[in-house]
């Protein structure tokens, strides 16, 4: 089966970019995603990429993926404090229903 | 377009209780999937619904259990609650069950087992 691991915490400056990074395991074509969770919230969708694909920008955020090693990795450019929440990376598996396998998330903290 | 909306918002129930969440998905999606966050970890995958049959499971135990309805809305059941139910439980939508759908999920209903 998947696994997703992220890193516990990240702390930034407002105004800096913020990288939040992720590995998974499952070696066939995937989705993967990022979502957004705030205090006492559901899961919002930030974006996602295809496995075939290197980068993907959108606005602030930009996606990488290293296919080789696995690694996926979120960029956030001029943090802002409203950016402050946890980050979780999802792995999708065509293999049981569709579902999604989570990370256990990346607490960002942006001090002003 | 209304999002994915899932009642109650909070519940607190007693060992060994029932009890039934609601999720009404997506305008256009007729696809259902449920997930369960403990305090402090990633969400778990429970199970999916699509045209109101199950596709597809996660390790829960069978006192999970869940129904699609022919409007795609659906419930998740859950018997004999254990104090480690206590969690988020999530729903997501997506349009169908295709390799590329997203999911998009809805605020959660907040469980309590005391």
């Known amino acids: 089966g998947e696994d997703v691991e992220q890193s516990l915490f990240l702390s930034v400056r407002e105004g800096d970019s913020s990288v939040i990074n992720c590995t998974y395991t499952d070696s066939s074509s995937t989705y993967l995603y990022w979502y957004k969770q705030e205090p006492g919230a559901g899961l919002q969708l930030l974006t996602y990429i295809f496995s075939n694909m290197d980068m993907k920008q959108d606005q602030r955020l930009t996606v990488l993926l290293n296919k080789k090693d696995k690694h996926l990795s979120l960029r956030i450019a001029d943090t802002q404090t409203g950016d402050s929440a946890i980050y979780f990376c999802?792995?999708?598996?065509?293999?049981?229903?569709?579902?999604?396998?989570f990370g256990g998330g990346t607490r960002l903290m942006v001090k002003p | 377009e209304t999002g994915v909306t899932q009642s109650p918002t909070h519940l607190i129930k007693t060992r060994g209780q029932q009890v039934t969440l609601r999720c009404s998905s997506q305008s256009g999606h007729n696809t259902v999937s449920w997930y369960q966050q403990a305090l402090g970890q990633g969400p778990q995958f429970i199970f999916q619904y699509y045209r109101e049959e199950e596709n597809g499971r996660g390790n829960f135990p069978p006192r999970f259990s869940g129904l699609q309805f022919p409007n795609y809305s659906s419930e998740l059941n859950v018997n004999a609650l254990e104090l480690d139910d206590s969690a988020l439980y999530l729903c997501a939508s997506s349009p169908a069950t295709g390799r590329g759908e997203t999911q998009y999920f809805g605020p959660g209903t907040r469980l309590l087992v005391l």
């Open positions: 999802a792995e999708k598996d065509w293999d049981a229903g569709n579902m999604l396998t």
